[in-house]
């Protein structure tokens, strides 16, 4: 008599757990799903919530004696995006070429494949990719490997015989290196403002 009782509430004790068990596996699953998909989405979604144009800003990069004409050098800048954390992390690398006495070419280090920072070959006068081969021409141009285009070029102006880069916002895909000149901030000196190298007001 007794069994007879107990059969179907254990039954149903073990039905419930197994519906209990499957709420927290499903649950468990969703924020798997969650905490994947956060870094995709916002790689795709970022460039049409943030205002990125408005994190970059005009950053020193020196003297123009610094960089002779027709070379290519390494040049560090301190990241204006960076937080308390950050560390060295804020400290960008990029590749300065003079290519006349007010001209240059500027560089993101960053490879138009997956990202990693490209090298400098003065002998060969390319610019080589450590991780999949992609190499580029001394103009930044795609010579082979897997890049789907040139390395992304910075803006950049010459002000008072200084070379200033428009650093920060890193580009992708989706984000330009170089902006239409009628999206660009002009650099603010002693209450001036500069654009292509010529104040445009003042105030
Ligand atoms: Fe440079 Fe792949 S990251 S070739």
Redesign the pocket.
């Known amino acids: 008599m007794s069994e007879s009782t107990e059969t179907p509430v254990k039954a149903g004790a073990s039905s419930d757990r197994r519906g209990f068990m499957f709420k927290i596996g499903a649950g468990l699953m969703g924020v798997g799903g969650l905490l994947i998909s956060a870094p995709i989405l916002g790689y795709i979604l970022a460039p049409s919530v943030i205002d990125w144009k408005k994190r970059r800003s005009w950053i020193d990069l020196g003297p123009l004696d610094d960089f002779p004409v027709g070379q290519t050098h390494l040049a560090i800048y301190k990241n204006p995006i960076h937080g308390p954390t950050v560390g060295l992390a804020d400290q960008i690398p990029c590749w300065v070429r003079r290519t006349g006495t007010a001209s240059f070419q500027i560089f993101y280090i960053n ?1 138009a ?4 920072p ?1 090298h400098w070959f003065e002998e060969s006068k390319l610019f080589m ?1 450590p ?4 190499v580029y021409y001394e103009d930044g141009s795609r010579a082979s ?3 789907p285009r040139g390395l992304f070029e910075y803006d950049w102006q010459v002000v008072r015989n200084r070379l200033y880069v428009l650093g920060g916002e890193m580009p992708n895909l989706q984000i330009p290196g170089k902006l239409p000149k009628s999206e660009i901030t002009p650099l603010m000196i002693d209450g001036e403002k500069y654009l292509d190298g010529k104040v445009v007001s003042t105030t």
């Open positions: 490879c494949h997956l990202g990693c490209v990719c991780c999949h081969g992609g490997g897997p890049p």
